[in-house]
Structures are given as C-alpha cells and as structure tokens.
C-alpha cells in the first residue's frame, strides 16, 4: 500500500485532512461503503497522517513511521483482530481495546485503532465501546469500518464522525487496473463493465473465485428471468444451495442488476451499477415498470432473511417462487 493509493473519493479524503491539519483531529471515526471501495485504506492514510515523522506533507511515505504503518508493523497502529471465525467480534475483544487505550503509546504521540469490518459483530457488542468513543484518552483515535451505516448503534454514530465511501468514474477505475495493477485494457474494461467504480470488486473480479462465479449466475439468473424459464431460473439459484455467502453475493449482484433494468426502464442510462448492462437493457425490454418495480424489492427481502440465519434451501425455493409470481 502506497500513500497515492486512495483514488477517487476526494472531499471524504480532504475532510479528514483538514480536520487534522487544523489540530481537530477526530478521536472516533466510521467509515462506511461497499466492499471494495478502500475502507481500510482511507484508515491506514489516516493513521500514517498522524504517525508520520516528516514535518510537512504528512504523509510523506517514506519515513520509517509510515513504511511500518503501510506495511502493517507500526506499534501504535492496532489493527484490532476478531476472535470469531465468522469474523465477528466478540465483547471481549472490544473491552480489549478499552483496556489498551488506557497505555500510552509506544513511539508517539497517539495510538490509532482499526476496528475493521464490524458487519458481522451483533450491534449490543458495541456498547462496549460507547465510553471510550464518548471520552477517549487524548492518545487515543478510534476508527471502525462497516459496509453500511446501519451497522452501527445510533448511539455509536452520535459520538464519532462518519465518512462514507462511492466508487469512482469506471474511467478512473480502468486507469488504476492498467496503470497500477497493470492488467491489459480489455480486462480493465470487462471489469469496470462489471464492477463499475468499485476498484477493490474489479480487481477480486479479474482474480476469479467467489465474485466472478457469483456475477456468472446472477447474469444467468437475469437471463432466466427475460426468457421467463423456470427451469433455468430454478438451476441458476440451486448451483450456490449450501453455500450462504455465495447466495448472498448473487442475491447482491441480482438487486443491482434489477435495479438497472428499472433505470433504463425510466429511460437514464448514466447511473448504471449492476454487472451486466445487457442483462438490465434485456429486462427492460421484456417487462414492465410495474413488474420490475416488483422484482427490485426481492432480492433484498432474501438477503435479510438469510443474514438473520433463515433456512438457505427455503430461501433460495421462495426467492424462485416470488420471481416466478411477478412474471
């Protein structure tokens, strides 16, 4: 990781900036967005902002501070690590790091902890934290990230500063993948065509595994829908039965998708996010506002059901049987 490496996202980058520029710098953050979109990132620039040696143009990059922040072996920047396997974490691990911020730290002038992906954790975990975020030592910076604002206590986010996370143009995405990730132009562009701005998605995307697999049914799933087959709806849903994340990715992938074909529907093609245009452009032709205005809301009504641990084959059966309905 490179102190250049956050690309897009800039008013959320020069907030935080001046923030700490202008000696107000935040002692508890959230940083929310999809996966992909640099959370994590954003936390390690801010952390090697206040940990860096140099003294001006912070971060400088080079510095011994920020080489370890970057590198993930500087003293006072705690990534906090989950004991779940799930990675959720338990309370222990969150009364923990209360504990910890009551030391000074160990080669400067604060202690910056990343609490990192606290989607899974159960949102009463967190008043563990409410204290220490409320009145934390002067030491100490509190930063946690999730992929929604949601994920979070009301009570949490009264108490920090939220910065949230949007992906960038699918022009600036090509660039990075070619210039940065040095992938050739045509897989750029099948993967920002895809993924649209969402860097980290694209890149996951051209690695294969679970994203690419996940993107290959949901199209298969639009398809079934536009050609109104059972059978190939039915056999697109039942190739992830048992395998909770990978439903959960094509049910994400589908809603975009739905919700595409809903936008080209209304006739603006500009604000497309989904992973096949084609597939949306397909469903737009075949069926009506109505029955897509429908279809949108079911996707996200399986996944809730199946984060809350309802039963995946019964799921993935009514998912198909409520599409079925509709067209």
């Known amino acids: ?21 202008g000696g107000r710098t935040p002692h508890s953050l959230v940083i929310y967005g999809e996966k992909g979109l640099g959370k994590k990132t954003l936390a390690a620039y801010i952390a090697a902002k206040l940990l860096c040696r140099s003294p001006a143009n912070t971060p400088c990059g080079v510095c011994k501070s ?17 004991s779940l396997k799930s990675g959720a974490y338990k309370l222990e691990d969150l009364r923990q790091v209360v504990s910890d ?10 202690k910056v902890y990343l609490i990192a992906d606290m989607d899974k954790t159960p949102l009463g975990s967190q008043n563990a934290l409410l204290k220490l975020i409320e009145e934390p030592p002067d030491h100490a910076v509190i930063i946690m990230t999730a992929c929604a604002r ?69 199209i298969s799933v639009a398809a079934a829908i536009s050609s109104g087959s059972e059978y190939e709806l039915l056999r697109a849903f039942w190739s992830c039965d048992g395998d909770r994340e990978q439903a959960l990715l094509v049910l994400k992938l589908l809603r975009e998708i739905l919700r595409d ?3 080209i529907r209304l006739g603006d093609r500009n ?26 809301g079911i996707p996200e009504r399986y996944i809730s059901a199946i984060n809350g641990n309802a039963n995946l084959t019964l799921c993935l059966s009514a ?8 067209v």
Do not use: W
């Open 1 to 21: 990781m490179e102190v250049n490496s956050i690309i897009g996202n800039d008013s959320a980058l020069a907030a935080v900036s001046a923030m700490i520029d």
């Open 66 to 82: 920020c080489r370890a922040v970057f590198g993930g072996g500087h003293p006072d920047f705690i990534r906090v690590i989950p």
């Open 261 to 263: 074909a809903a936008v």
């Open 150 to 218: 949601e994920c979070f206590l009301p009570t949490v986010l009264s108490r920090v500063i939220s910065v949230g996370m949007v992906p960038v143009s699918r022009s600036q995405c090509e660039r990075y993948l070619v210039e940065t990730l040095h992938k050739s132009p045509e897989q750029a562009h099948t993967a920002a065509e895809a993924m649209g701005g969402n860097i980290g998605r694209c890149e996951e995307f051209l690695n294969g595994g679970r994203l690419a697999a996940a993107a290959e049914t949901a």
């Open 271 to 296: 604000d497309l996010l989904g992973c096949s245009q084609k597939c949306a452009e397909a469903l737009a032709e075949s069926l009506s506002g109505r029955k897509l205005a429908a279809l949108v």
């Open 101 to 110: 911020c009551a030391v000074a730290p160990n080669e400067s002038s604060v």
């Open 319 to 326: 998912v198909c049987a409520d599409i079925k309905s509709i």
